[in-house]
C-alpha cells in the first residue's frame, strides 16, 4: 500500500535560516509527488510537483528514488512562508492523492 | 472566474439530522473528490467521482453518501447525522488523470451537536 511519511509536525525557523521539509513515500510504481499548502483561513493550494522541476516562491522539491523522499528546500525562510505544508502522492491507477500528515512551518522574526 | 465552491461554509446541526455538503466546479473538470480534514489537519479520502454516474469509497470508512447527475456538482450527504461526523470536508476536482495537481474549494466545517 502507498504511504506519505511528514515525520515532523512543527519545523519552527528564525526569518532567513534556511527551510526543509522532510517528506519519505512508499510506493511500488513510478511515483508523482506534490507539495500543497494551507495558509491560516486559506483554501488548500498546490505549490508544486515534482514532474514540473519548478521553483515556487523559493521552494524546490527534488525527488530522490533511491532514499524515496521528496523533501521541501528553500534557502531563506519568509515570515510569509508560515502555513502548514502537506506532501501527497498520486495513485495514478486511480487518480487519487494521498496526503502525508502534515508539517505545520512557522517562521519567526 | 473558474473555480470550486463549497456551501454552507460552516454548518452547526443537531445529532440526527440529515444534511447536505455542496460542491460545485466550474473548472471543467471530469474528476471530483470529497476529503475529510481531521482536528489534526491530517486529509483522508472518504470518496471520489471519475465522471458523471461514477462514484467510489475512498481510504477512509464514512458513513456519508455521494452523487453525481452533473459533472459539476458533487454533492456529499449524511443521512443522520452524528458527534463524530464532526470535522472539515473539502471537495476538490482534477483533470483526468490528477498529474496537474486537485483544485481545492473552502471548505466546510461542520459541528453536530
Known amino acids: 500500500a502507498q504511504r506519505v511519511t511528514q515525520p515532523e509536525k512543527l519545523l519552527s525557523v528564525f526569518k532567513g535560516a534556511p527551510v526543509e521539509l522532510k517528506c519519505n513515500y512508499s510506493?511500488?510504481?513510478?511515483?508523482?509527488l506534490f507539495w500543497y499548502v494551507q495558509y491560516s483561513r486559506q483554501r488548500l493550494q498546490l505549490l508544486l510537483r515534482h514532474i514540473s522541476r519548478e521553483s515556487i516562491k523559493g521552494f524546490t522539491a527534488d525527488l530522490n528514488k533511491g532514499e524515496t523522499s521528496f523533501h521541501l528546500k528553500k534557502p531563506f525562510a519568509q515570515e510569509e512562508d508560515s502555513a502548514m505544508y502537506y506532501c501527497?502522492?498520486?495513485?495514478?491507477?486511480?487518480?487519487?492523492?494521498?496526503f502525508g500528515k502534515g508539517t505545520m512551518l512557522l517562521v519567526s522574526p | 472566474e473558474a473555480d470550486i465552491y463549497q456551501t454552507p461554509r460552516y454548518l452547526v446541526i443537531g445529532t440526527g439530522k440529515k444534511i447536505t455538503l455542496e460542491c460545485s466546479q466550474t473548472?471543467?473538470?471530469?474528476?471530483m473528490y470529497w476529503y475529510q480534514q481531521d482536528p489534526g489537519m491530517e486529509l483522508h479520502l472518504i470518496h471520489y467521482?471519475?465522471?458523471?454516474?461514477?462514484?467510489e469509497k475512498g481510504d477512509l470508512s464514512s458513513e456519508s453518501t455521494v452523487s453525481r447527475i452533473r459533472t459539476e456538482h458533487f454533492p456529499l450527504t449524511l443521512e443522520s447525522a452524528r458527534p463524530s461526523h464532526t470535522s472539515q470536508y473539502l471537495c476538490a476536482s482534477s483533470v483526468v488523470g490528477g498529474r496537474s495537481g486537485y483544485t481545492f474549494g473552502s471548505g466546510t466545517r461542520l459541528t453536530v451537536v
Open positions: 467521482s471519475y465522471g458523471v454516474n461514477s462514484t
Open positions: 501527497a502522492l498520486l495513485n495514478s491507477g486511480y487518480s487519487t492523492l494521498t
Open positions: 473548472m471543467g473538470h471530469d474528476k
Open positions: 510506493y511500488s510504481g513510478s511515483p508523482e
